[in-house]
Structure formats: structure tokens, C-alpha cells
């Protein structure tokens, strides 16, 4: 971004435009006609009111507070029928009639003994602050004039602050989590005999109540799973020393929600929108990361390929467009290295954005900078993953296999050199900026999420998929499509485990694996391996060779490809028993006692159990 008041940015951008058509056999003038063809012409007309001095700001103030308050019922003759504010990210029906609920609820409060007030963004702030001042009077006296409540609609939410506040009551559709977590805050702050605040939502009777475990946990993903987590453990998953219960009711409706809720397009579009709105420009995958209220990681999930892409389909003042090379260069950093669980990748990619050759030694202070350990084997790994000699699944060899980011056989002389193919796709300035964003955010993601890591570069009870483990493992090939339950090799064995199996699946995967106690899984192989196996003996021996397993749970395939990385294992104990297929065939199969280095932590070893 530049920040200039005279166009200079714009004038760049409108050369490089201007370039670009010429190439196309066009001018600038003869696309604008074009697009006025497609779109339509038009003409815009701007009027001006000018409101002199203080008064002026008092008069545009009410002005806007009217329009907040009681909207536009019609407009040019046709009716409103909704109203979205961009200050508060909310929309709302002019016709609302949660002001005049608001009014005859205080009556109700006050018929029962209660001493409240309803407050609304009619009133002005003398009557605003007449009403803190009396919900906040200290008293002595039951008969002294003061409120026990106050009731507002659409205001308060933000820019009040009431210390004494120990009691808030959501009667409203929690339509966003951020709005939601704004509306906690107001009986958060700290405050003399202040112990604690009482926060009491009637969530259970709409359709989005989901949004409540999510706000609380502030995890953006919407995976149905770790909100479902997030009900059963409530302030076990909570950070901090805060309570929170759901009812049964509240919970039964909840756990609804989640089965019906899906990732749409149209909700992600309601979320791009919002933040569009709020920035009044189309905002990068770092802005949405920095400031959205949803994981950027569900627009790259669902388009398949990138943000680049998903704005294509989302967004239709987006007019960016890529070559071939570009978008598989912007799908395969996305679908492979964004996620930011190893970060050698990403800053390869980065110091070759600006220079034809790079150093072991200059990965080495990188790495030091993020407090990263240096290994040659992570770096000739990350090599391999960019030389696209790692891939092995044919959809990516198919996709991505023409792609050239770096010289062949480079890293025996000490250097990794830029392939010319790799220059050229970056020569583009809009491109070379959208990849740099790219790269940004997967590092962020790593600072955040994934920079506490084990001798092993994984992170204790974080999400990995079966690709991420080949990868961060350092194996040769993408192994993950045909690894199943666990794979033996180079010295690893990663063990996949999903700890509900599905009542459809054959009969002879049905492994009873489980947890024996926090610190013990019982785990068996796959069917028909006996003791004498060479599979069986690999994990005998395993610890007496130095070999590695390590193991990864999810609770249900409803997680997805995701399993929790639980820490390494070693095999105590192990029997050969049988299982039967679905022939009643009896086969052969392995049970293993594991005991892990490190017991489960409590909320995680609970959930997976219940």
C-alpha cells in the first residue's frame, strides 16, 4: 500500500493496465467500453450539504442516529427492506420492533420490583447518562433513587464503559461473534467488591446459537468439532478462570445447529463482505487474517485452489486475472505450504522473490530470527518439496508438476538458484505482491499457531493431516494416500487413528483401539499381520533401533483429515489376537500397549473419550 493523496499509486497501477491491454491488442478506452457495454452505462450525480461549525457535527450526528435508528422505510418509491451498518457490522429491518420490546419488557421488570430503564438510540446522551449514573449510584438505602438495569437496543455495545457492571443479559441473536465478545466486555472491567460478572444468554432458540461456543473459544475455523468440544468441556477449553455452562436444552439445540450448519459460499461471502465493507477496499488474505472474523484458510478450503480464486467467485469488482502458471503457482502454495506448519518453504519462497540465488547460511538466520532449530535435513527436505520432487499423489503431479520454482541439483554446491521459470511468473507486479501476502500469512499462521514445536517440528495437540506429516516428518515422497492407519519408514512411524469408527466401514478395519488411561492406548494394527511380521517387528524393535512413532487422533470423521498430534509413543506391551471380516474369515492382528511420553492434558483426553 502507499499512501499518497495525489494518485501516484493509482497512475502506476493504471500504466501497468495500460501495458497490459496493449499486449491484448487493446487500449485502455476500448476495454472501459467494453466493460460499459457489458455492465451498462450510467451516470453519477453527487449533491452536497454543507453543515457549518459545531452545530453542523451536532446536526450530521442526529442525522446519522436517525437513520441508525429508525432507517429508511422507502427510497425512490421502493421499499427498504434491510439496512446493513458498517460501523456496527449488523443489518436490521426498519420495521424492527425490538425498540418498543425493549420498553414494554422494562415495564414487565418494573411491575416485578425491578427498577429499570430502556434506552435506545433515540435518546440522546444526557438521558444516557443519567441512566449510568443511576445504575452505577452507590447505595445505602433500598429506597434511594437508582436502576438495577438498564435496557438497550443496538447501542452500548461498544465505546461505554461502566466498571460496576457485574451482570449482563443477552436477549438478542448473537448474528457475530466479534459483536458478541463486544457485548461481554461490557461487564469485564475490574471494579472495587467487584468479584466476578454474571453473564446470562437465551441463545437456545435460533438457528446460528453456534456462534456462541465460537465466540468464547475465539477459534475462527467453524469446525463442527471443536465447537461441539467446546460445549461439552465449556471452561476447560476457555482460556482463563471463567465458568461457563451450558444448559441442556441450550446444548441439545446447539449440538442441532452444528450437524446443520455447512461452510456455504454464502456465508462466506457474508464474511468477505463485511470486512470489505469495514476496509471500503477488496481486502488481502493478511487483512482478513488481521482483521476478519473467519480463518481465511475456509475461503482457500472451499474455492479448491486459492483466495485469488475464491475471489474470482465470490467478488464481481475483482478483475484480477492470472496466467495458467500463475494460478497453479498460487494454488500449490495455498493447498500445500499457507497452512504454516513448517515455515522452511515459505522463506525459500520469500528471499527467491527478490534474489536469483540463496545460501544455506542466510535460511540458517532466518530460521534463528523465529527461534527455529536448524537441521539439514528440514532444509534439504524443503528443497525437495520445492523441487516438486516430493510430490506423488497423481492429481498433484498433474497439476503441479510443470511448475519450476528452483534450479535442479542446486543445493550440492551450497546454493538453492531461482528457475528462470520461477522469475518469470513473478514479473508480474500484481502477482509478484498477491504471492509475497501469500507467504506472509502462512508465516504469521506458523508464529501463532505453530512455533512451540518438539525436536520433531510438531506441535504438541495441534491439527495435522497426513500429507503435513510426510512432509514436516522429512520424507523422501508424499506418502499420505496410501499410508491409511500408520506407515513404517525412514526411521518414522506416524500412527493415524479415528477414534469413532463410522458403523458402515468393513468389518475387518473395525480396530477397538483406545485410550487405557491417559498415558496408555491400546492400538491395533491392520488386519492380518501377525507377531512375525516385518511390520510388527519394525515396532518391536523400534526403540532399541532409535526408530520414532508417533501418534495422531481425531474423535470422528467429521473432523475431517485433521487428526491432534499427541507426542511420541513406545510400545510397552503386544499380543497377536484375530478380528474377523466380513465373510467371518478370521484374520490375524496385532494389539500394542503405547505408552505416551507425555499424559493427554485433561479437557482433550476427555473429549476424545466421551
Not at 82 to 88: G, L, S, V
Not at 136 to 143: E, G, V, W
Not at 239 to 247: A, K, Q, R, W
Not at 273 to 297: A, Q, V
Request: proline share 3%.
Amino acid at each position: 500500500e502507499v499512501m499518497d493523496k495525489d494518485g501516484v499509486s493509482a497512475a502506476a497501477m493504471c500504466a501497468e493496465m495500460t501495458m497490459y491491454w496493449r499486449s491484448q491488442g487493446k487500449s485502455l478506452l476500448e476495454h472501459l467500453d467494453e466493460m460499459y457495454k457489458e455492465y451498462g452505462y450510467f451516470e453519477d450525480r453527487a449533491i452536497s450539504k454543507n453543515f457549518p461549525g459545531s452545530a453542523g457535527v451536532e446536526t450530521m450526528a442526529g442525522i446519522m442516529t436517525k437513520l441508525r435508528t429508525e432507517g429508511l422505510k422507502t427510497l425512490g418509491g421502493k421499499k427498504v427492506v434491510k439496512i446493513r451498518d458498517i460501523q456496527t457490522s449488523t443489518a436490521f429491518d426498519p420495521a424492527d420492533p425490538s425498540k418498543k420490546e425493549a420498553v414494554a419488557l422494562s415495564q414487565i421488570f418494573n411491575q416485578r420490583g425491578y427498577r429499570t430503564r430502556a434506552l435506545t438510540g433515540e435518546d440522546n446522551q444526557e438521558k444516557r447518562e443519567e441512566a449510568i449514573e443511576l445504575l452505577t449510584r452507590d447505595i445505602s438505602d433500598s429506597n434511594e433513587d437508582h436502576l438495577d438495569y438498564i435496557l438497550t437496543v443496538d447501542i452500548f455495545n461498544e465505546g461505554v464503559d461502566i466498571p460496576e457492571i457485574n451482570q449482563v443479559v443477552l436477549l438478542r441473536p448473537t448474528e457475530s461473534p466479534i459483536v458478541f465478545v463486544q457485548q461481554l466486555g461490557r461487564g469485564l472491567r475490574k471494579a472495587t467488591d467487584k468479584e466476578y460478572v454474571v453473564i446470562l444468554d437465551f441463545i437456545g432458540n435460533y438457528k446460528n446459537n453456534f456462534m456462541i461456543p465460537i465466540a468464547l473459544s475465539g477459534d475462527r475455523t467453524y469446525n463442527k468439532d471443536n465447537i461441539r468440544r467446546y460445549v461439552m468441556e465449556g471452561g476447560k477449553v476457555i482460556p482463563g478462570s471463567s465458568t461457563i455452562h451450558f444448559d441442556e436444552i441450550s446444548r441439545k439445540r446447539i449440538f442441532e445447529a452444528i450437524d446443520q450448519s455447512t461452510t456455504t459460499k454464502k456465508m462466506l461471502v457474508e464474511k468477505y463482505n463485511i470486512l470489505k465493507n469495514r476496509l471500503g477496499k477488496i481486502p488481502s488474505i493478511i487483512e482478513f487474517y488481521e482483521h476478519g472474523e473467519i480463518d481465511p484458510m475456509l475461503f482457500i478450503e472451499y474455492s479448491k485452489e486459492s483466495y485469488h480464486k475464491f475471489l474470482q467467485m465470490a467478488d464481481k469488482e475483482y478483475k484480477v486475472h492470472f496466467t495458467k502458471k500463475q494460478e497453479d503457482m498460487l494454488a500449490y502454495v495455498s493447498q500445500i505450504l499457507v497452512n504454516g506448519k513448517r515455515p522452511h518453504e515459505l522463506l525459500m519462497l520469500r528471499q527467491l522473490l527478490d534474489n536469483e540465488s540463496i545460501e544455506r547460511e542466510t535460511i540458517r538466520e532466518e530460521l534463528s530470527d523465529m527461534q527455529v532449530p536448524f537441521r539439514d535435513e528440514d532444509y534439504e527436505s524443503a528443497y525437495n518439496v520445492l523441487s516438486m520432487d516430493w510430490l506423488n499423489a497423481p492429481s498433484d503431479k498433474k497439476r503441479f508438476n510443470d511448475l519450476e520454482l528452483i534450479k535442479w541439483n542446486t543445493i550440492e554446491d551450497g546454493f538453492i538458484n531461482r528457475a528462470v521459470d520461477y522469475y518469470n511468473i513473478i514479473g508480474e507486479l500484481t502477482f509478484k505482491q498477491q504471492l509475497k501476502e501469500l507467504i506472509e500469512f502462512g508465516l504469521m499462521r506458523y508464529r501463532d499457531m505453530y512455533s512451540e514445536i518438539d525436536e520433531n517440528n510438531l506441535v504438541l495437540y495441534q491439527k495435522y493431516s497426513r500429507k503435513d506429516v510426510c512432509r514436516i516428518l522429512n520424507w523422501e515422497k508424499d506418502d499420505s494416500s496410501t499410508m491409511y492407519g500408520y506407515r513404517y519408514k525412514y526411521g518414522t512411524c506416524p500412527i493415524f487413528v479415528t477414534y469413532e469408527k463410522q458403523e458402515d466401514i468393513a468389518s475387518s478395519t473395525k480396530y477397538e483401539d483406545q485410550f487405557v488411561d491417559n498415558q496408555t492406548f491400546s492400538w491395533m494394527t491392520r488386519s492380518k499381520v501377525s507377531l512375525e511380521s516385518k511390520e510388527a517387528q519394525q515396532i518391536i524393535a523400534s526403540r532399541d533401533n532409535g526408530d520414532k512413532i508417533f501418534l495422531f487422533i481425531k474423535k470422528s470423521d467429521g473432523e475431517g483429515t485433521d487428526f491432534y498430534y499427541m507426542g511420541e509413543v513406545v510400545p510397552t506391551d503386544w499380543r497377536q489376537t484375530t478380528i474377523y471380516n466380513d465373510r467371518g474369515d478370521e484374520l490375524p492382528i496385532v494389539n500394542f500397549m503405547l505408552h505416551l511420553k507425555t499424559p493427554v492434558r485433561e479437557d482433550l483426553y476427555e473429549y476424545l473419550r466421551s
